[in-house]
């Protein structure tokens, strides 16, 4: 892993980099040259998807990049299936596995807790016991779905990758997941860039004493709080920027006064919305 990030240890003992490059919305054609520019940059965590469609692309720039397999940390997920059953999860990660170029993952998540996913943890416990996952996990599990699942079944969740930033805190549900051993990891730590973030007063200042931007603020206030991040950006001087948090450390007054921006209501979707539950399973593969 590179020097400059630490990691956490997964409730299975593996290692994850506190912070990794996420590759959501990255077009295709452009996700080669973000990730040789992330890897250039010292990013060893790379976070994709199936449904990213361009796992291809994130595997090409891996190879290229010729960094040891085991200093990377790799992390794809699975999507809605339309089929239900365990054989076609294990196709699905299959294929994700070919697009990547890679003999093993190391985690794989569920991706939206939609359709048969009681099927789909089974698989993902015989994929991570045959070693071809390394840590398996699930993101957007809401408290109660994430406890039922924990009730029945045999491995417990390494990971929960859920919204997660300033306006969305999460602060009890990382409480109750803390308890149950299960990581908490952000999606849009920079809340996609939404609330006028980036001009945020509170932020700004303290940005402005630490002589550092609204985004390396907000970062490091996630992983002093210990919450793993994947901020994305294709420009490698934000690249660099948002891996530069680990010099300086917010006190316990900056921390409360951040604490004090959570609205508790998400930014982007909303798992209890049947509209968006029919939008989501509209595209199952
Ligand atoms: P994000 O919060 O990381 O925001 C990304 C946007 O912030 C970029 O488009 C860029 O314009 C801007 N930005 C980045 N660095 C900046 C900087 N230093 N200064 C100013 N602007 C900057 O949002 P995201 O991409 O949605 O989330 C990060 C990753 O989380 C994704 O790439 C993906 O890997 C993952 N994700 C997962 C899910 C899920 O359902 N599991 C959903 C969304 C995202």
Redesign the pocket.
């Known amino acids: 892993m590179s020097d400059t990030v630490p990691n956490v240890t997964l409730n299975n003992g593996v290692q994850m980099p506190i912070l990794g490059f996420?590759?959501?919305?990255i077009p295709d054609k452009e996700t080669e040259q973000a990730v040789n520019d992330a890897l250039s940059a010292g990013y060893r965590h790379v976070?994709?998807?199936a449904a990213?469609r361009n796992e291809e692309a994130v595997g090409r720039a891996l190879k290229a990049g010729g960094i040891p397999r085991q200093e990377l940390f790799v992390t794809t997920?699975l999507w809605i299936q339309k089929r239900p059953g365990e054989d076609a999860v294990k196709r699905a990660f299959k294929a994700s596995l070919q697009r990547l170029g890679l003999e093993y993952v190391d985690l794989y998540?569920i991706?939206?807790p939609l359709g048969d996913y009681y099927s789909a943890w089974r698989a993902f416990e015989e994929l991570h016991r045959e070693g071809a996952i390394r840590a398996i996990g699930v993101?957007?599990f809401l408290p109660d779905r994430l406890v039922d699942l924990i009730a029945h079944n045999e491995i417990v969740p390494a990971v929960n990758?859920i919204?997660t930033?300033p306006f969305f805190q999460r602060a009890d549900y990382q409480k109750l997941m803390h308890e149950r051993g299960v990581q908490i990891e952000s999606?849009?730590?920079?809340?996609?860039?939404k609330n006028e973030i980036?001009s945020n007063p509170t932020l700004t200042k303290i940005g402005d004493a630490h002589g550092k931007?609204?985004?390396?603020v907000v970062l490091r206030w996630l992983i002093q709080r210990d919450v793993v991040v994947?901020?994305?950006?294709v420009r490698p001087e934000?690249m660099a920027?948002?891996m530069n948090v680990f010099d300086f450390r917010l006190s316990d007054d900056e921390m409360n006064e951040i604490a004090k921006l959570d609205t508790g209501v998400s930014v982007?979707f909303d798992h209890h919305d049947p509209a968006m539950v029919s939008w989501l399973n509209d595209r199952a593969e």
Not at 187 to 193: D, I, N, R, V
């Open positions: 996420g590759v959501y919305q976070d994709t998807a990213y997920k998540l991706h939206q993101s957007n990758q919204e930033h999606w849009g730590p920079l809340a996609e860039g980036f931007s609204v985004a390396q994947i901020p994305k950006s934000r920027e948002n982007a």
